[in-house]
């Protein structure tokens, strides 16, 4: 593994001593062995580095924004030519399958195209005016630095999201990683410096920086007044833990947190096409996404028929090496993901679920890694432990009779991110996608619950009023707005019948 890894980081650009001397160790959840070790960014590092950010955004703000957009989108070129290789370290550090760690930097490349296009089209709004001779105007500005924080299911399309908006709206962006995923980081900060050099700047590499720490540094970037935006994505924990300490300076927040996302399977659904993409939803990733389905609520007309074809699919689910060829399925980020799994699984039972699957696999082959077959966890109702989110593969199967009932167990859980209906019926389906429906940021018909796209806005976690990222006009959550008026006449009314006399 280690002259595969160091092979990697070469091609990447990544100096040896950013990953060989340090505090913070990066194993690969495939086999448990050690990758590298990097430096870790304390607060007082974290402080600094919003400093080189702060200088950096006040040239950078002056910089027209196509010409912003260039450099994102040499950013997208270097991406394009070190996918395989990205993908690959994506893989390793956080096991990925192939196909999902070179599928996370395509999203990266498509963010960089889609920014480029923004770049001109920041556009305001013109007002009409109540005052004669006066028209009104509104201008976008951006906001300075933008702080990103991201978990380790998703190492790099996450920062890009961020940073490709970020950057064409004319801000410095400040990036803390998750400390399991460090090398992901800083090989991207390399492919970002190569961009800044073709640019004709190589200083501006300053516009993005990784502070690999722990806790203690994120604390340190939503505590900074400098930080304009806190862009936070993973567990409800941790939003719960960074939104306060920036509202305590009335400073910004963007949080996409947990998911327990849902799919409701109505009794004119396409049953193949339905197990499909509910097998690729709550399997792919090892269910480490944000948008893994968890909950799956069938009509009771087909709920057994539906069960047998789910039962069929997970047990042909390969799980292994996810770089080896026919593998679906990859490891569990560590063992503490593992024991988490087991307690909620303990937890099923004691409520009165039914277990199929779940248990640990390939110990003898990998004793230092955490694969795991994945969980069909058939429920009498939506407990307590249905209700909260767990990121592991366990999906949990619930009967219903009605549309409204299936409405009612979707919506009654705090997350809101993602979720879908498997009907032909265009009665229900339109009912699902109107106010009385689903209650998530995403909602979609026939599609499972993963797998957004670029150009729609990514978000809606309704438990804490999240943001949107990526799509749409999730650019604004990155600039602030002004409103101008301008008085093209020779008068100045104050009120009316009130003039001055000079």
């Not at 640019?199 to 203690?216: H, K």
Request: with cysteine; hydrophobic share 45%; charged share 20%.
């Amino acid at each position: 593994m280690h002259t595969r890894i160091d092979a990697l980081m070469a091609a990447l650009g990544v100096p040896q001593q950013a990953w060989h001397d340090g505090e913070i160790t990066s194993c690969s959840p495939i086999d448990g062995r050690p990758l590298g070790r990097v430096r870790r960014a304390d607060a007082e590092a974290v402080r600094q580095a919003v400093g080189r950010a702060q200088a950096a955004f006040l040239r950078w703000r002056d910089v027209p924004a196509p010409r912003r957009g260039e450099l994102v989108r040499l950013l997208g070129e270097e991406l394009r030519r070190h996918k395989r290789e990205l993908g690959r370290l994506v893989s390793l550090e956080v096991g990925k399958i192939a196909a999902e760690g070179e599928g996370e930097v395509q999203e990266m490349i498509d963010i960089c195209d889609f920014a480029v296009g923004l770049s001109r089209q920041l556009h305001g709004l013109t007002i009409a005016s109540e005052r004669p001779g006066h028209r009104m105007m509104e201008t976008w500005h951006p906001l300075g630095v933008v702080g990103v924080i991201t978990a380790f299911n998703f190492p790099v399309a996450v920062w890009s999201w961020n940073a490709a908006l970020a950057l064409v709206c004319g801000n410095a962006v400040l990036w803390k990683p998750s400390e399991k995923a460090p090398l992901c980081a800083l090989a991207v900060q390399a492919l970002f410096e190569r961009a800044c050099r073709a640019w004709g700047d190589a200083a501006l590499a300053a516009l993005s920086q990784p502070v690999i720490g722990l806790a203690d540094a994120g604390e340190a970037l939503a505590d900074d007044a400098r930080v304009a935006l806190v862009s936070a994505t993973g567990s409800t924990r941790m939003g719960r833990a960074v939104a306060p300490r920036v509202a305590q300076r009335f400073g910004r927040c963007l949080l996409e947190l947990g998911g327990n996302n849902a799919i409701v399977v109505a009794p004119s659904a396409d049953l193949e096409l339905a197990t499909r993409a509910i097998v690729f939803a709550a399997v792919g990733t090892a269910g480490q996404r944000c948008t893994t389905a968890r909950r799956l609520i069938v009509h009771a007309s087909v709920y057994d028929e539906l069960l047998r074809r789910l039962q069929r699919a997970y047990a042909g689910v390969r799980i292994g090496h996810p770089l080896e060829p026919g593998v679906l399925m990859g490891p569990l980020i560590d063992q503490a993901a593992y024991e988490a799994m087991q307690r909620a699984l303990d937890q099923a039972r004691a409520e009165g679920g039914t277990v199929h699957g779940g248990e640990r696999v390939l110990a003898g082959q990998y004793p230092a890694a955490w694969y795991v077959r994945p969980a069909l966890v058939e429920m009498p109702a939506q407990t307590e432990v249905v209700r909260r989110e767990t990121f592991a593969p366990i999906l949990y199967v619930l009967r219903y009779g009605d549309l409204d009932q299936a409405l009612a167990l979707h919506n009654e859980v705090p997350q809101g991110l993602s979720s879908a209906i498997f009907t032909n019926d265009l009665r229900e389906a339109d009912l699902f996608l109107s106010a009385r429906g689903s209650d998530c940021g995403i909602a979609n018909v026939n599609i499972g619950t993963s797998g957004a796209e670029i150009g729609g806005a990514f978000g809606g976690e309704k438990e804490t009023g999240g943001g949107r990222e990526s799509g749409s006009d999730a650019w604004k959550q990155y600039m602030r707005r002004a409103t101008n008026t301008i008085n093209y006449s020779r008068d100045l009314p104050l009120a009316q019948g009130i003039r001055f006399d000079l």
